[in-house]
């Protein structure tokens, strides 16, 4: 009988776990330049935990263009409601993939850029004054096609980009840093999802890539919901402040579900 209650107990268990995700939006997690999808674990572990699907996309970080149709790509396979999510860069290809995906319900913007259409990210970036990143930039990297691919100088990364992380694990992410075409950042935007959906905002006012007045300008003019500004945050605020991005992207997947 012991056995018997607690095959049961089990059962319940994963149904409610089933039941809990299939009325959950699926969340998209977009990374930036010089980062990698695994930059969103601290957030996934959160999010997973709570019921929601994950899926942390492996950002090509080759053009704007490109990258939005590689997301909206995966956004066409999944049949659920999404709550969709970048960090830096990766806000400029969230802002073209959602547009025509009817299964976007938020877009949430994480230390990211949210360009307006005609806009650029490095435009953006230098709208306003406060970012160090041009001089911890390594000689770019020329590709055989012609491109140059830009890196971080691997001894100014923790600095530059993961101030608030251990300096262990800065070393890690900056050994594995994935660059980002040149070219990316000087694209011209062509969409702008965050006029016709509702915006959530999060960063850290000790972002050195994206100052914060430029976020702030970004997610006042998208009407951000709720913007959030993690005190001496660095770029990375996902990785070092996990528990109130993933709170406000569950925040963003209630609101926009009702």
Known sequence: MKRLFAALAIA????????AQANKPTVVLVHGAFADSSSWNGVV??????GYSVVAVANPLRGVKSDAGYVADILGSIKSPVVLVGHSYGGSVISDAAEGHSNVKALVYVAAFAPDAGETAARLAGKFPGS??????????????????????????????????????????????R???????????????????????IYGDGDKNIPAEA?????????????VVIKGASHVVMVSHPEPVARLIEKAATEASR
Request: proline fraction near 6%; aromatic fraction near 10%; charged fraction near 25%.
């Open 45 to 50: 572990k959160i999010l997973e935990k709570d």
């Open 215 to 227: 976020l702030a300008f970004m997610a006042a003019r998208a009407h951000s919901r709720d913007t």
């Open 179 to 201: 660059p980002i075409a040149e070219a990316a950042l000087n694209e011209i935007q062509a969409e702008a999802a965050w006029k016709k959906l509702p915006t959530w905002f």
């Open 132 to 177: 160090t990143l041009g001089p911890t930039l390594a000689p770019p990297v020329t590709l055989s096609s012609g491109g140059k691919d830009l890196y971080i100088q691997q001894e100014k990364f923790h600095d530059q980009f993961a101030a608030d992380v251990p300096e262990a694990e800065a070393r890690l992410m900056a050994a594995g840093q």
């Open 12 to 19: 319940s268990a994963l149904f409610g776990k089933a039941y």
